[in-house]
């Protein structure tokens, strides 16, 4: 019973949500346009919904399911196909993004330029985690997700201000205790890969955010 539970935090909490999750709980869907939901629903077909098919298809031809692709190598793989469909994420964002046009920046709750700092976030930290697969270190892919979206809501606070965030800091954090625990209990993972992952994401998210505001201003 305890090992399904550490289990069920892995799968619901699993790294591919957090991102799509994220975007969308920033979504303002009472004053979206057309353009806006076309926007959303390509970004989540390129960040979500294309990188689970290829895992699954990787898993399929490894003859496991995703949740024992485990080694460097094959996170290395999925952590590759999903850099190149985000790439054409952040393609697409930038388009809309030089194209100035109020219905897609206005889509959001919150400043469109936080949006775009989160993309470059996510995207420096996935190069990073590619990296270090590639290199055979098999630190946690769960502890360092959360611990970059933990760093990213801390980040957004600071520079920002903006309290309203609080909220999910808080529960990022807490949702990062759970999935820490569960890695720890359930997966092949050591304890240093676990603690490791999570603040190197933190870490390394916190960097890249603060390079583009620099570069921004």
């Not at 031809?61 to 460097?72: A, F, H, I, R, S």
């Amino acid at each position: 019973m305890f090992n399904r539970t550490l289990h069920l935090i892995s799968t619901v909490f699993h790294p591919a949500f957090i991102f799509p999750l994220t975007l969308l709980l920033f979504t303002d869907f009472l004053n979206i346009s057309v353009l806006g939901i076309s926007f959303i629903f390509f970004t989540l077909l390129l960040i979500w919904a294309f990188p689970v098919i290829i895992t699954e298809k990787i898993a399929k031809k490894e003859g496991k399911t995703v949740d024992k692709l485990n080694t460097p190598k094959e996170k290395a793989k999925i952590t590759m196909y999903s850099l190149l469909f985000f790439s054409l994420a952040f393609i697409l964002l930038e388009i809309f993004l030089l194209s100035k046009n109020d219905m897609v920046i206005n889509i959001f709750r919150i400043n469109f330029y936080s949006i775009f700092i989160l993309y470059i976030g996510i995207y420096v930290s996935s190069w990073f985690l590619f990296v270090f697969y590639s290199l055979g270190l098999n630190i946690s892919m769960h502890s360092y997700s959360w611990g970059a979206i933990t760093a990213f809501f801390y980040f957004l606070i600071y520079v920002t201000g903006n309290m309203e965030m609080l909220t999910y800091l808080f529960i990022t954090i807490t949702i990062s205790m759970l999935v820490i625990i569960a890695r720890l209990g359930y997966s092949n993972h050591k304890r240093w890969e676990v603690y490791t992952g999570f603040f190197t994401g933190a870490i390394i998210m916190i960097l890249a955010c603060w390079g583009i505001t620099k570069i921004m201003i």
